[in-house]
């Protein structure tokens, strides 16, 4: 057996380890987490219903399959070995709108976001070895393979998710967009974490849910918030080269400036 997979562990020094067996309600729930990791706990509590929360693991919500109703339905999609991704001329409302060629998929996932921008990493087991990996190397995007979503191979399993310990300037939140309270996937979710000293940000990260067939790290603009002024008018600048790649299908181009006013409202609240 492997232990520790339904355990929360406090590494004083190193930051905390989540068993991948832990359920997305303990996540959400754990003191530590609520103190030192808000946008992760946000970000649990924003899954689903809390019945599904209290049946649904960290590792299972990091796993989750895409959210498109052409993969999941009767079509034979390109992710399914078909020729073809419908949502490039049907619906494509709730697709993609960075990251997806050849294939339009929205990775699922509220917790991963969260940890993408939380630096985290993830624990994989296989019968050979144990590796840890950064998880912002464990998601597979369609031009790298349209069949899979992640690195695991047959075999192998998350086992922990590890996150890194912060510094106590650092704060940090998750937005989720829906359409309605329960039940529903983000159209857009934005995760930010800040370090902050007088009136500059120190450092900072921000991911994307409901954007990418990832969940989506926003190198350029993170980069940018190390040493940036705290005012209402330079976050609102920043947020205008958030997503300068995307490229929106024919009926999501609207996630954009949704994106770009989340991330202004999510920076707001952490520096005030």
């Known amino acids: 057996t492997i232990p520790g997979l339904n355990k929360i562990e406090i590494q004083p020094g190193k930051g905390i380890k989540i068993g991948a067996l832990v359920t997305v309600t303990e996540v959400a729930e754990h003191p530590t987490i609520n103190e030192k990791y808000k946008a992760l706990a946000e970000a649990a509590l924003e899954v689903a219903s809390p019945q599904l929360r209290n049946q649904g693991t960290i590792g299972g919500n990091i796993c989750q399959r895409p959210r498109c109703w052409y993969f999941r339905e009767e079509f034979d999609c390109l992710r399914k070995g078909g020729d ?5 001329d049907a619906e494509s409302k709730y697709h993609c709108i960075i990251g997806g060629a050849p294939c339009f998929i929205v990775h699922p996932s509220d917790t991963a976001v969260a940890l993408v921008a939380l630096d985290a990493s993830v624990e994989i087991f296989s019968q050979n070895n144990t590796r840890t990996i950064p998880i912002r190397e464990f998601f597979v995007l369609p031009d790298e393979n349209v069949l899979r979503e992640n690195i695991l191979k047959p075999g192998e399993f998350i086992t922990a998710v590890h996150v890194p310990e912060l510094s106590e300037d650092t704060v940090s939140s998750y937005l989720k967009f829906r359409d309605r309270a329960v039940w529903e996937f ?3 979710s934005v995760a930010a974490v800040i370090n902050k ?4 940000i120190q450092n900072g990260a921000i991911a994307f849910g409901g954007v990418a067939p990832k969940p989506w790290f926003e ?9 940036a002024n705290l005012s209402a008018d330079n976050i609102k600048k920043l947020t205008t080269q958030i997503l300068t790649k995307a490229e929106p299908l024919a009926q999501n181009e609207y996630k954009l400036p949704l994106a770009r006013n989340l991330t202004e409202k999510i920076l707001l609240k952490l520096v005030a």
Request: overall charge positive.
């Open 84 to 88: 073809l991704c419908y949502a490039v």
């Open 186 to 188: 983000a159209i857009v």
């Open 197 to 200: 000293s007088g009136s500059k």
């Open 219 to 227: 190198d350029n603009v993170s980069a940018k918030l190390a040493g």
